[in-house]
């Protein structure tokens, strides 16, 4: 009695274990049809394309003070000009930029303000530079120009990935069933740029070329 007994545990628990593993593969199947794959690869993704956002602005805000100091070498520079700067990147630098940054849409939209601030500050720096001719023959001046231009442009390359990946990421978090998914496994919509706001904000203003250099204080 004892080995039959022994022998109905045994094939009681193989089919147990193989009851569990279809089970297992049934669930992820299960899952992968509700998106959970597609959450967990644009998860990262946007938290990749953010981490890249992050850092081409901090190569931005290291790149002002050697911009702010070669310009101070011009005496008759603007200085309400180079304020606006300097008080934009300390405003910009201000805000602790963490990958958290996503998930508070009030903090996120801030983050955003200032860095369209500061985008518009050294645009302006960079138009009115153009009436200084010692400032257009500095070479490390036009190199920091270079690098800037550089920078502005990587900014954008990352600010559009991450975008893209956001609304992409949203999309699936809002529908049927992925928003059932979204639920169950905490996946919550992330805060995005809007591009319009932004392109107020960092809109450089008019500048004057009929003043003479030396009245452009």
């Known amino acids: ?76 520079f603007e200085q309400d000009t180079l304020t606006k700067v300097i008080e934009a ?25 200032a860095q369209g601030e500061l985008t518009g500050a050294l645009s302006r720096l960079m138009v009115v530079a153009e009436q200084y001719p010692q400032l257009k023959a500095n070479q490390a001046f036009q190199d920091l120009r270079v690098t800037l231009e550089g920078t502005e442009n990587r900014i954008t390359v990352a600010r559009n990935r991450y975008i893209k990946t956001v609304e992409d990421y949203n999309v699936l978090t809002r529908s049927f069933p992925n928003n059932l998914t979204a639920m169950v496994f905490g996946y919550k919509t992330k805060a995005n740029f809007t ?23």
Not at 198 to 213: L, M, T
Request: hydrophobic residues 40%; glycine residues 6%.
């Open 1 to 76: 009695m004892s080995l039959a007994l022994s022998l109905s545990s045994f094939s009681f628990g193989r089919a147990g274990r193989q009851l569990a593993a279809g089970l297992s593969a049934l669930a992820m199947l299960g899952l992968s049809g509700c998106g959970y794959n597609s959450f967990q690869s644009l998860d990262e993704q946007s938290k990749a394309a953010w981490s890249e956002v992050l850092n081409q602005y901090q190569r931005r805000a290291d790149l002002i003070p050697n911009i702010v100091a070669t310009v101070k070498g011009e005496a008759s």
């Open 195 to 217: 591009v319009q706001n932004e392109a107020q904000i960092s809109v450089p203003p008019s500048v004057d070329f009929g003043k003479p250099a030396s009245a452009a204080k």
């Open 89 to 113: 990147r300390s405003r910009a630098t201000s805000i602790q930029a963490t990958p958290e940054l996503v998930n508070d849409p009030a903090a996120f939209q801030k983050f955003q303000a």
